[in-house]
């Protein structure tokens, strides 16, 4: 079936511009992620979603960052005023906690392949 | 920070088992084991998790101490595919996000 998608794959920019970043995730996936990973560094959680409300943006660096969720599907990351220090592949997850017998409960998040940004 | 220790690289012969080893002392009662990796340019993939019983699927095996502290996935066959960066990440499963640390670049060679 199909996978948690993004667009655009790719992003270049001017300093000082604002940029919109999508997520769409696998249907019927309630929770949904944004991590970031700068060149050569392990991936940085952003912020999470569950349905349409957000109860961790530990993550979000700057005030610069938001996103928002609408109709527990799509997700939109927008950072205004770019900066240099923006510039990294900015991915996205999806999960659907299943809850089993005995504990066992399941939540596996599935990326999508990221969008890469440039701030010139 | 990551609640994982791994090695930073590995090098595996093709064909051979991969055996990928992680340390993880503090890990709670609730917590699971997930192992991702990540291929270049692309998103992590999820590969397999358990709790505290070994675990197998069509990617990999999953053992875990009896203590918990420390578990090895298990590539039976590596092949060039699956020359990645393997992350060891422990969470509970009732959602959240994942802390990736800087986990084990494994190379699969000729």
């Known amino acids: 079936g199909a996978g948690v998608s993004q667009s655009p794959s790719n992003k270049v920019t001017e300093k000082g511009k604002d940029v919109e970043l999508r997520c769409d995730p696998i249907?019927?996936?309630?929770?949904l992620y944004w991590y970031r990973q700068s060149l050569g560094q392990g991936l940085e959680f952003l912020i999470y979603?569950?349905?349409?409300?957000?109860?961790?943006k530990s993550g979000l660096p700057s005030d610069r960052f938001s996103a928002e969720r609408t109709g527990g599907s799509v997700s939109t990351l927008t950072i205004q005023r770019t900066q240099q220090e923006d510039s990294a592949v900015y991915l996205c997850?999806?999960?659907?906690?299943?809850?089993?017998?005995?504990?066992?409960?399941?939540?596996?998040?599935?990326f999508g392949p990221g969008t890469r940004l440039l701030v010139l | 920070d990551a609640k994982t220790t791994q090695p930073p690289s590995m090098d595996c012969a093709e064909g051979r088992a991969a055996n990928l080893p992680c340390n993880h002392s503090?890990?709670?009662?609730?917590?699971?084991v997930y192992w991702y990796r990540q291929i270049h340019s692309q998103g992590p993939q999820y590969i397999i998790h358990?709790?505290?019983n070994n675990e197998t699927n069509e990617m990999a095996s999953l053992i875990i101490t009896e203590d918990r502290k420390s578990s090895t996935l298990i590539l039976p066959h590596a092949t060039l595919r699956d020359t990645a960066v393997y992350y060891c990440?422990?969470?509970?499963?009732?959602?959240?996000?994942?802390?990736f640390g800087q986990g084990t670049e494994l190379s699969v060679k000729p």
């Open positions: 503090t890990i709670s009662g609730n917590e699971y």
């Open positions: 358990g709790l505290k």
């Open positions: 979603f569950q349905g349409n409300s957000a109860p961790d």
């Open positions: 990440i422990v969470r509970v499963a009732e959602g959240g996000k994942l802390i």
């Open positions: 997850a999806s999960s659907l906690l299943l809850r089993l017998a005995g504990l066992r409960n399941q939540e596996t998040q599935y």
């Open positions: 249907s019927g996936h309630t929770a």
